[in-house]
């Protein structure tokens, strides 16, 4: 535990003469001031916690943590658990959706294999770090130990690390596990402390039954377990899943180097919400990159006060929200830089009054 503090103590908050001489430049750039909106504060945001107005987006990431659940045991999911090992070999053969729009936006995507219940062979764009080979039916008894969980926020934070000592400059977060929208329930259900029929959605495609079915499972979960929410690693330990817990760290790692990370949905907006509990000046150093349409996901977001980039009814996961975001950043970064400005184009500016 001391070396998650020693982490999460490195983390300041960003510093203000950067975003300020931000804002001078974009105000100096050849439109009206605030004209293209949230695209303006996207920039501004961007170089701030790059620590340099000059930055630009340079390498860019998304990482898919795959891991099982032991909670598929309870009928949660309308898709088995071999799904999850399957959907890996399609991420890496490059047939997933997430691989497709990484190619599109120019992100590398790599999966890491934190706990997914198979054994995979090495091969390129898949990180082998196996926490466990899933968690445990947390309706049953906690989802995994609390040396389990913590394992699983370093593991992430050592991805990050990793990838910052190679120059990488934006990271996204994906995943992938059959039954991760319901650990995802469970974490909001407590972090929230709002009733899990509020919270459950429909996920893999569950149909009415199965909704209820879910609810009840979350229910009896934190009867059984006792999660405390001033406790954000014992409720990831309890209720949550590795994956979450790798998102989490990753989060974690990226705010200590200094690099902006693109929540994607509702399960890795669960990983941000362990996080930023554990730290609050994350919040930060991320991008929410849409509003999936998975029910939990807009309390998410106004439990952390964030509005996301994107609305497209979307609520696959994968990181496919994340890739599109980071579209969106590095144009609103070169829009930044590669406008000209007043003087530089002739322009006169706006008549002072």
Request: hydrophobic share 45%; with cysteine; proline share 4%.
């Amino acid at each position: 535990m001391k070396e998650l503090r020693d982490v999460l103590d490195g983390i300041k908050p960003l510093e203000q003469n950067v975003l300020d001489e931000a804002k001078r430049k974009i105000d100096n750039l050849t439109k009206p001031p605030g004209s293209l909106g949230r695209l303006e504060e996207i920039a501004r945001r961007y170089v701030g916690i790059r620590g340099s107005v000059t930055a630009t987006v340079g390498k860019k990431c998304i990482f898919v943590f795959a891991a099982d659940h032991g909670v598929t045991e309870e009928g949660v999911s309308a898709y088995p658990r071999s799904v999850t090992p399957q959907m890996v070999y399609n991420m890496l053969n490059g047939g997933a959706a997430v691989s497709v729009l990484s190619r599109h936006v120019g992100s590398e995507c790599v999966v890491v294999d934190i706990g997914v219940d198979h054994d995979f062979e090495p091969a390129k764009g898949l990180i082998i770090d196996k926490v466990a080979r899933g968690t445990r039916n947390f309706a049953a008894g906690p989802a995994m130990s609390r040396e389990e969980a913590l394992q699983a926020v370093k593991t992430g934070i050592d991805v990050a690390m990793g990838y910052a000592r190679r120059g990488f400059t934006l990271f996204g977060t994906g995943e992938m596990g059959i039954g991760n929208t319901t650990a995802s329930s469970a974490i909001l259900s407590v972090m929230g402390n709002l009733p899990p029929e509020k919270v459950v959605g429909r996920g893999t495609g569950v149909d009415d039954a199965g909704l209820l079915r879910k609810a009840e499972v979350i229910d009896r979960a934190i009867v059984r377990n006792g999660p405390d929410i001033r406790d954000p690693i014992g409720v990831l330990a309890t209720v949550g899943g590795l994956e979450i817990g790798g998102i989490a760290g990753l989060v974690i790692g990226g705010a200590a180097r200094r690099i902006p990370v693109v929540v994607d949905g509702f399960i890795s907006t669960a990983g941000a919400l362990i996080a930023t509990a554990l730290k609050p000046a994350i919040s930060d150093y991320l991008f929410y990159s849409h509003l999936s349409a998975e029910t939990g996901h807009a309390a998410m977001l106004d439990m952390l006060g964030q509005t996301p980039l994107l609305a497209l009814g979307m609520r696959l996961g994968e990181g496919t929200g994340a890739a599109l975001a980071m579209s969106l950043i590095e144009g609103a970064v070169k829009t930044m830089h590669g406008m000209a400005t007043f003087e530089a184009a002739a322009v006169d500016k706006a008549i002072e009054e």
